[in-house]
């Protein structure tokens, strides 16, 4: 079971087993009309138990939608970039909305995956305010270059929408991804800040996730997460 540990200071430290923590990636726009579904799915794992422990979601907003005429407040050029990669990397021949990534893999939602069982190492983040120190001690011993991913997740974003697939409509989005910041271990260790947030939520909870990766890659070794608030 992953650890939660309240602290001195406003200090929150997360840790994962030693087993892999699934990352389930959310690639979503205000803008697409098909998004809902895959949307509604991701907000009920807020009352999954499993939630933290086996799995964290994040849900990045891509901003090839906005030129149907609303533009997403929580979209990022960014993170339509990091799409495109996993695209290439799928040998896909273009880039769409929803999609899901499994630990790195194009991925279809419905049932939750199974618990892992690989056992790659332990990942640990200390957050207070917006500084970050995250430690990843891998189970083979070994040392390696490693980059370390650092998320601000919102919930309760919600729009009116006016223009485009879903004008008319108000939507409610969880899991969404505020800010992101990567970085490089250097002997598995690395004290970082989290940049601001891209734009506000309506829910004061806010939530972390985590996520390692080999120097330069996309997929992840191991993750973890939890409540802030």
Same mark, same amino acid.
């Given at each position: 079971?992953?650890?939660?540990?309240?602290?001195?200071?406003?200090?929150?430290?997360?840790?994962?087993?030693?087993?892999? /923590?699934?990352?389930?990636?959310?690639?979503?726009?205000?803008?697409?009309?098909?998004?809902? *579904?895959?949307?509604?799915?991701?907000?009920?794992?807020?009352?999954?138990?499993?939630?933290?422990?086996?799995?964290? *979601?994040?849900?990045?907003?891509?901003?090839?939608?906005?030129?149907?005429?609303?533009?997403? *407040?929580?979209?990022?050029?960014?993170?339509?970039?990091?799409?495109?990669?996993?695209?290439?990397?799928?040998?896909?021949?273009?880039?769409?909305?929803?999609?899901?990534?499994?630990?790195?893999?194009?991925?279809?939602?419905?049932?939750?995956?199974?618990?892992?069982?690989? /056992?790659?190492?332990?990942?640990?983040?200390?957050?207070?305010?917006?500084?970050?120190?995250?430690?990843?001690?891998?189970?083979?011993?070994?040392?390696?270059?490693?980059?370390?991913?650092?998320?601000?997740?919102?919930?309760?974003?919600?729009?009116?929408?006016?223009?485009?697939?879903?004008?008319?409509?108000?939507?409610?989005?969880?899991?969404?991804?505020?800010?992101?910041?990567?970085?490089?271990?250097?002997?598995?260790?690395?004290?970082?800040?989290? *940049?601001?947030?891209?734009?506000?939520?309506?829910?004061?909870?806010?939530?972390?996730?985590?996520?390692? /990766?080999?120097?330069?890659?996309?997929?992840?070794?191991?993750?973890?997460?939890?409540?802030?608030?």
């Amino acid at each position: 079971m992953a650890a939660t540990i309240s602290a001195h200071g406003g200090e929150v430290v997360f840790e994962s087993k030693p087993v892999r /923590t699934h990352l389930i990636e959310l690639y979503t726009s205000e803008g697409c009309s098909s998004c809902m *579904p895959a949307e509604a799915w991701m907000s009920a794992l807020k009352n999954e138990p499993r939630l933290w422990q086996d799995f964290v *979601p994040v849900a990045f907003h891509v901003d090839y939608w906005d030129h149907l005429g609303w533009r997403d *407040p929580f979209a990022s050029k960014i993170w339509t970039e990091r799409q495109t990669d996993y695209s290439v990397r799928w040998k896909k021949e273009s880039v769409y909305t929803p999609a899901f990534a499994l630990d790195g893999q194009e991925w279809h939602f419905g049932a939750l995956p199974a618990a892992a069982t690989e /056992t790659p190492g332990v990942l640990k983040i200390s957050v207070n305010g917006d500084r970050v120190a995250a430690a990843f001690k891998p189970a083979s011993g070994a040392t390696g270059r490693y980059d370390i991913h650092v998320a601000r997740l919102g919930f309760s974003a919600t729009a009116n929408v006016t223009a485009g697939e879903n004008s008319g409509r108000k939507l409610i989005h969880d899991f969404v991804v505020l800010s992101l910041t990567n970085e490089t271990m250097k002997s598995g260790a690395k004290e970082l800040r989290l *940049p601001a947030p891209i734009t506000s939520t309506a829910e004061p909870r806010t939530a972390v996730a985590a996520w390692v /990766t080999q120097a330069g890659q996309i997929e992840p070794i191991q993750t973890v997460g939890g409540w802030l608030q």
